[in-house]
């Protein structure tokens, strides 16, 4: 079975503060996602990477950053965290192109910025 | 500009019955497209999928009907069981060189009344 492991399931953050999420996936996939969950606005990409060391902007990367030094580890930086960042943040890893493959999430962290 | 749009944000069946969740899209370039399950405080799970050259996909109790002359598709849970109670997000993707991302929508609770 694939798995996807969020290293932190239930943070509490103050306003400022940098933080980091992390995520490892354990089938050698070649495409990490992160996305965030908010109420009535569904899943909205944040980031993605589709290589070590690539990155590419999703749909609302505007105060996050990224890091994927190596293959199964993709982590989501919050440079100087905000109260509009408190949310549900999911990480997904696929093998190869979506059409034929899907994606497999994590199981969430929860980020609450004071 | 939401590009996948779920207009239901809840429905409620009885148990036994068919339930019916919609999902209509703007993007023509689309040519993949994803249901998928989540629980509250999991990740989501792969549901059903179907490629824009088919019409229907079927699998169990599941079937995803696509019309992409109206850019529209739909998921058909029948018989709807008591653990059928979630939310339903669907998605879609454009094959692009630079990696395929899937763009979901804002998703829809379906509650399965015993």
């Known amino acids: 079975d694939v798995k996807v492991t969020q290293s932190s399931r239930y943070l509490v953050k103050r306003t400022g503060e940098k933080v980091f999420l992390e995520c490892v996936q354990d089938?050698?996939?070649?495409?990490m996602f992160w996305y965030r969950q908010d109420p009535g606005l569904g899943l909205r990409l944040i980031y993605f990477?589709?290589?070590?060391?690539?990155?590419e902007k999703g749909d609302i990367p505007e105060g996050y950053s990224v890091s994927r030094e190596k293959k199964e580890r993709f982590s989501l930086i919050l440079e100087s965290a905000s109260t509009n960042q408190t949310s549900m943040y999911l990480c997904?890893?696929?093998?190869?192109?979506?059409?034929?493959?899907?994606?497999?999430f994590g199981e969430g962290s929860w980020l609450t910025v004071v | 500009d939401q590009q996948v749009k779920q207009n239901s944000p809840s429905l409620s069946v009885q148990e036994g019955r068919i339930s019916i969740l919609n999902c209509d899209y703007t993007?023509?370039?689309?040519?993949?497209f994803l249901w998928y399950k989540k629980y509250p405080a999991e990740g989501p799970t792969f549901l059903i999928s179907?490629?824009?050259?088919?019409d229907k996909n079927e699998d169990g109790r599941f079937t995803v009907f696509l019309n992409k002359s109206a850019k529209h598709l739909s998921l058909h849970i029948v018989p709807s069981q008591p653990g059928d109670s979630a939310v339903y997000f669907c998605?879609?993707?454009?094959?692009?060189?630079?990696?395929?991302?899937?763009?979901f929508g804002t998703g829809t609770r379906l509650a399965v009344r015993p």
């Open positions: 089938m050698d996939h070649e495409n």
């Open positions: 998605a879609a993707s454009e094959e692009k060189s630079s990696g395929d991302k899937l763009t």
């Open positions: 179907i490629s824009s050259i088919k």
């Open positions: 997904a890893s696929s093998f190869g192109p979506i059409s034929g493959n899907t994606i497999y």
């Open positions: 990477s589709y290589d070590v060391k690539m990155k």
């Open positions: 993007n023509s370039m689309f040519d993949y």
